[in-house]
């Protein structure tokens, strides 16, 4: 186990940019640490898991399907959303089903709280787009979303102005650096950690000037929710999938599960033009929980599974407050 604290200067290395590991450089970073991001892929990130992610910031509407630590950190994550990136849109989120899926609606209900039921004309009101499209709605004030695209290459550029580097093209495990390491490497890290497995996220990329909405729909669906997440320009993206299988690229019955699930949610759908396919595989422990595992002046931070935007800061002050002063989140660290 690390031993006491470490010196607010002392040097951090951290190995992958993608969510999990640019919020733990930015806070270590603030914090005063000489801190150096190692990525093995380019500025671009596209092979990233966080290059296909939705950047839902749900934790009320997660809790319906995830363990309350996953609330607990994603309620923690989005004060330090707010408090980093003050301009995150948190414009709320919609949940929204067709009448055959009744009673699934009502449960969601019962399962999650944070919300508030609105008739068709509060949703019409709320969302002009959706206007008589379904007769009420859930509406989760509190919740936000981000581009992941977008909001990356913005995390990566606190984290220099902040004293950190990033080295992309840097290739490496933690047994090649010295000092303390982070290990945020995702699926990369089932060298060291071999209960790690991919469970792999689709999405679809779709354009259209027909609909305009101001924050992300949920459309409760018999196999799994689908997410409409409005992005910039007329950009929307359709997702997500979480099937048990670590191939890459989307399938045909998923494609038009998502597609004909989007046309439900509003016709105009059917005439957008398609941009992208696409899915990343998310790193996840058999319990689908979060670790943060410590061995010597090495510790991991994986396991985010489809919650990576929602619970990474938290993990990162976590990770943070171990270092610096010792205390230890028995709910997601362990000592190897």
């Known amino acids: 186990m690390l031993q006491t604290t470490k010196r607010p200067d002392s040097p951090v290395s951290i190995i992958g940019a993608g969510i999990a590991g640019a919020w733990q450089a930015l806070l270590f ?16 990130m596209t092979d990233a898991t966080s290059h296909w992610a939705g950047g ?4 009320y509407c ?10 607990r950190l994603g309620l923690r994550s989005l004060d330090i959303w707010r ?3 003050p301009d995150t849109p948190f414009n709320g989120s919609l949940v929204v089903a ?10 969601f209900a019962r399962m999650t709280e944070g919300h508030r039921r609105l008739d068709a004309s509060g949703l019409a009101e709320l969302e002009p787009s959706l206007e008589g499209r379904f007769r009420d709605a859930l509406f989760f004030p509190t919740e936000g979303h981000v581009e992941p695209r977008r909001v990356l290459p913005k995390l990566h550029e606190r984290i220099k102005a902040a004293g950190g580097t990033i080295k992309f093209g840097s290739d490496v495990t933690a047994n090649d650096l010295e000092g303390l390491v982070i290990d945020c490497r995702g699926l990369s890290a089932r060298d060291e950690q071999g209960e790690l497995r991919g469970v792999k996220g689709e999405m679809i990329l779709i354009e259209t000037s027909e609909v305009q909405l101001s924050r992300p729909v949920r459309l409760i669906h018999p196999r799994w929710p689908l997410y409409v997440i409005p ?18 690229g989307v399938s045909v019955r998923s494609a038009l599960e998502l597609l004909g699930a989007a046309y439900t949610v509003h016709p105009a759908f059917g005439e957008a033009r398609i941009v992208e396919f ?19 002046e090495q510790i991991s931070v994986n396991g985010l599974y489809r919650h990576g935007f929602l619970i990474a800061p938290a993990l990162a002050e976590l990770t943070l407050q171990y270092v610096q002063r010792g205390q230890i989140d028995n709910e997601v660290m362990q000592c190897r």
């Open 29 to 44: 970073a603030q914090a005063g640490h000489a801190v150096t991001l190692h990525e093995r892929s380019d500025a671009g």
């Open 56 to 59: 839902m910031l749900a934790p």
């Open 62 to 71: 997660e809790a319906e399907v995830a363990e309350p630590i996953i609330s």
């Open 83 to 85: 408090r980093e990136l």
């Open 98 to 107: 067709h009448p055959r899926e009744r009673n699934d609606f009502e449960r």
């Open 231 to 248: 992005r910039e320009a007329g950009l929307f993206m359709l997702g997500a999938t979480s099937i048990e299988a670590e191939d890459t």
């Open 278 to 296: 696409g899915s990343g595989l998310r790193p996840a422990f058999p319990d689908n929980l979060p670790r943060i595992g410590i061995r010597g």
